[in-house]
Each structure stands twice: as C-alpha cells, then as structure tokens.
C-alpha cells in the first residue's frame, strides 16, 4: 500500500512536471507564452521596469488539411487566422509557404516547438517566456497591479 502511494505521488510530481514544462500538450498544438515589459523597455532580455505576463499565442496543426489555425488564447478581440499551404510534420514543426503576417501572430514557422522569427518585419513582436514562468507572472499580477495603486 504505501509503495503504491509512492508510486503514484511520483506519477504526479512527472505528470505535473511535464505539465509545467509545457512537454505534455494536445496533440498537434503549442502554445507560446510571451512576457511584456510593463513601464519600461525590453534591452534584448532584459526589461528595464517590471515584468509581468502576456499574451499566450496558441497553434493548432492540421496535418490532414495542410493548414495551421492560430489564435490568442483568453482574447476574443484579438484576430484568429488560418494557414494554408503548411508543410507539417507535427504541432511542434511546420511551416507555412507565403504567407504575410501583417500583424496577425507571431510567426508562421515552428521548429522544436519553438517559433522561428519573421524576417519579413510583419509579425507581432514578442519576448517567449517558459510556461512555468509565465504562471508565476500571471499569478503575482494582482499583488503588483496592488502595491502600485497610489495611495489617496
């Protein structure tokens, strides 16, 4: 009994550790979570106010029908979009041919799991956090968003 409640804590701790990692995902999409530079600016890495979570942008694979759908998760004012004409061998690498992103994503080529930056200048501009970090942003936001409210 207690080597398989062991077991199973073990289980957990990988499963939720894979979770964190954002290594256990839907089959065929990844989410990308990104990070701003609230009162300040990014310097490469290095933001010069506060960091606080982004936007997560969101890709979904279709292997079947050569198209990558694409949309911005937890905001329904932001454009969704479809790319047609992809190269995909998984949710974590594909590639899709001409396509002109004027703002609608961030990119249109995922390798590894990772996107790979536009060259062509048109995609949203972002900074790619680790999920585990952008949770803890996301968590930590109401306590900063509160220690900067100006007392009256």
Request: glycine content about 8%; hydrophobic content about 40%; charged content about 20%.
């Amino acid at each position: 009994m207690r080597t398989s409640l062991i077991w199973i804590a073990v289980l957990a701790a990988l499963g939720l550790l894979g979770w964190m990692s954002d290594f256990v995902t839907l089959q065929g999409e990844r989410t990308i979570y990104t990070a701003n530079c609230r009162d300040g600016s990014w310097n490469g890495t290095r933001c010069s106010g506060t960091v606080v979570a982004g936007k997560r942008f969101r890709f979904r694979a279709l292997q079947i029908h050569r198209e990558v759908l694409f949309w911005t998760v937890a905001s329904p004012q932001e454009a969704s979009g479809k790319f047609s004409d992809c190269e995909i061998i998984d949710g974590r690498n594909w590639v899709c041919k001409d396509v002109v992103l004027q703002g609608q994503t961030i990119t249109r080529e995922m390798a590894h799991g990772k996107p790979v930056p536009d060259r062509s200048g048109h995609a949203t501009p972002y900074h790619q956090v680790a999920k585990w970090y952008w949770l803890f942003l996301n968590l930590t936001a109401p306590a900063q968003a509160a220690a900067q409210k100006p007392v009256p």
